[in-house]
């Protein structure tokens, strides 16, 4: 098993309010749902070594030489905004972080900070656009940034059967020869195809269901379709995991982010597809498999996987480059699958154009339960 990244599994949690009550009182810190999700990898050890929302300092080593703690490679910088500039914060103080109205941990402040967010968007998304959601996102912030070591109230650890923490994974040795495929998405036949490749190859396959501020399908519906998945022989030995991250969309550097986290879980494998954490046409194809050049700290192999196509003609799937079907210059035509195409669909209500892209199983249960 692969050690934590960075050799440090961090743990910061508070097990009862009592040990807020030096705070500084009638002072809140209000999360929006990705801090929340921050602060919950921050205090269990997802994010390690990293164990606070980024001071200044963290954040133009991230943004200027992709690292932290002087040398330890890092993609993301983690964001703490400042919502009200009605009151003063001071350096060194502690203030509640509060979530839905509710305290849900405490901060210790060491920095306040602006950012360029020009520079900003350019280094983790390479792209100034308005239409890259993650731009959009940062230009919403207020630019007052706070950095601190966090903790997570107890109460507030995820309650769910398929979230795990990293302390107990790797005590427990959970994902043991585990290769882990994160998704956001309903399983398609393109999915299939890469899940059993990688299980063909004596990999125990893991599906990682990523809770986000901006699912596009309802986290139960995901859940559904990857039990129904489990009466094929094939997904028998299947293990089904959350996290809960914030949606980036930032192709490569996300990538890396999840990477980090997963070998933080103790997972040995981590799938890594065509357009991994990507939107629209802002990353190249394959773009996010070329950022794992050699990393100190980094021991997770990564599985590199072409894109699934589909040939109309044989009705059979494949990858990219690969021959697979007749081959008939004429009548092969070979398409991406793509789960645009299939959230379109739905959207549509066309489920009768889905049984070239999902399996039969999963149509029914979507015509049945997802529609308009």
Excluded at 84 to 105: C, D
Excluded at 199 to 216: A, F, M, P
Excluded at 220 to 236: D, G, M, Q, R, V
């Amino acid at each position: 098993m692969p050690k934590p990244y960075g050799n440090i599994l961090v743990k910061q949690i508070l097990y009862n309010l009592k040990q807020c009550e030096f705070a500084t009182k009638k002072l809140y810190i209000d999360l929006t749902t990705s801090e929340f999700f921050n602060l919950i990898n921050i205090s269990l050890g997802f994010y390690s070594p990293l164990n606070r929302f980024c001071n200044f300092e963290d954040y133009q080593d991230i943004i200027n030489h992709n690292r932290i703690n002087k040398k330890i490679k890092w993609t993301v910088p983690i964001l703490l905004s400042k919502k009200n500039n009605k009151f003063k914060l001071k350096q060194h103080k502690f203030y509640p972080l509060r979530y839905k109205k509710k305290i849900v941990g405490l901060i210790k402040a060491e920095t306040f900070f602006k950012i360029d967010k020009k520079e900003h968007n350019l280094k983790v998304f390479k792209t100034n656009s308005k239409y890259h959601p993650g731009v959009r996102e940062i230009h919403k912030l207020n630019n007052n940034f706070i950095g601190g070591k966090a903790y997570l109230l107890n109460s507030y650890i995820p309650n769910d059967k398929y979230f795990v923490e990293p302390y107990k994974a790797r005590k427990y040795q959970y994902f043991l020869d585990g290769a882990v495929f994160s998704t956001r998405n309903i399983c398609h036949l393109g999915h299939e195809h890469i899940h059993r490749r990688v299980i063909q190859n004596k990999n125990k396959l893991v599906v990682c269901i990523i809770s986000s501020d901006k699912n596009k399908y309802e986290i139960k519906h995901i859940e559904n379709t990857y039990n129904i998945l489990k009466s094929k022989k094939i997904y028998k030995k299947l293990k089904l995991i959350k996290i809960f991250i914030p949606s980036l969309h930032a192709g490569p550097n996300e990538a890396f982010l999840q990477a980090i986290l997963f070998q933080n879980l103790g997972l040995r494998k981590f799938i890594v597809g065509r357009d991994h954490a990507g939107v629209g046409n802002f990353y190249k194809k394959y773009e996010a498999q070329k950022i794992f050049a050699k990393s100190k700290f980094l021991k997770i192999k990564i599985l590199k996987t072409k894109e699934p196509i589909r040939c109309s003609y044989c009705n059979l799937i494949g990858f990219e480059n690969e021959k697979f079907c007749k081959r008939d210059k004429k009548k092969c035509k070979f398409v991406p699958i793509d789960g645009r195409f299939v959230r379109r669909q739905i959207d549509l209500g066309n489920f009768d154009q889905l049984k070239n892209y999902v399996s039969s199983n999963i149509a029914n249960y979507i015509k049945k339960n997802m529609k308009v």
